[in-house]
């Protein structure tokens, strides 16, 4: 890999801005000052960038325990985005596997890995979310049946894929669903009549929310948590 590309996917500069750190005599490379951003640099190479070691950031799977109120955004004016509650390098090249409303919480995930995410929130891969439900009205008999059967949502042309609905309580539910759609869940309680007035995600496909990660805590999935994804 050229030395340029190599500090730019270490640190998130741009080519130029590399290839300006290299002429002003920054970088070694195995204790060696080096002026040509086109060398080759070798997995076995100690590259140091103004006295700081360099590495290659290896792709990220983060699980987050996300708050009401924040978005799941790169940037937005008016409120705090799920980034902020990173401590990473180079966050701005991970991104969010779906998204949850602003004023839902549960599981997220996150990753750079655009393959990755893409199989876990393709529609087409019907991965399993459930969420726990909590709603304006009491949770009719029938509920189950009509989700069970699939339901028309506003503006739609198909209804939803058969959804599982437990009731948990008059007002309280676990609903999974296979699909992602817009909104899908409040939605779907809206078709039945109902609204839905709390919503947290407890699960996606086999990894369920960490019972110690907190509120706005987040870590890298273990390699049985990422088994439990595929």
Excluded at 104 to 119: A, E, V
Excluded at 136 to 141: G, K
Aim: aromatic share 4%; net charge negative; proline share 4%.
């Amino acid at each position: 890999m050229r030395l340029d590309k190599f500090i730019c996917d270490c640190t998130g500069l741009t080519r130029s801005q590399a290839g300006k750190v290299i002429r002003q005599k920054l970088v070694t490379i195995n204790g060696e000052l080096v002026k040509q951003a086109a060398l080759q640099v070798n997995s076995d190479d100690k590259v140091v960038m103004d006295g700081q070691p360099l590495a290659i950031i290896g792709l990220r799977y983060l699980i987050l325990h996300k708050p009401a109120g924040f978005l799941c955004a790169n940037d937005d004016p008016d409120h705090p985005i799920v980034f902020s509650l990173l401590d990473e390098p180079l966050v701005e090249r991970l991104h969010t596997v779906g998204r949850l409303d602003l004023d839902t919480t549960g599981l997220l995930l996150l990753t750079d890995d655009g393959k990755w995410s893409h199989r876990i929130s393709s529609p087409k891969h019907h991965i399993a979310k459930t969420y726990r439900v909590w709603t304006a009205d009491p949770i009719s008999a029938d509920a189950a049946s009509q989700f069970a059967e699939g339901v028309m949502l506003r503006g739609e042309k198909d209804p939803t894929l058969p959804a599982q609905l437990e009731i948990v309580s008059e007002r309280e539910a676990l609903l999974t669903i296979h699909e992602g759609r817009y909104h899908q869940v409040k939605r779907m309680f809206a078709a039945i009549g109902n609204k839905v007035e709390q919503l947290h995600r407890e699960k996606v496909g086999g990894l369920q929310l960490p019972a110690d990660l907190a509120e706005g805590e987040y870590r890298a999935l273990t390699a049985a948590e990422l088994e439990l994804l595929k």
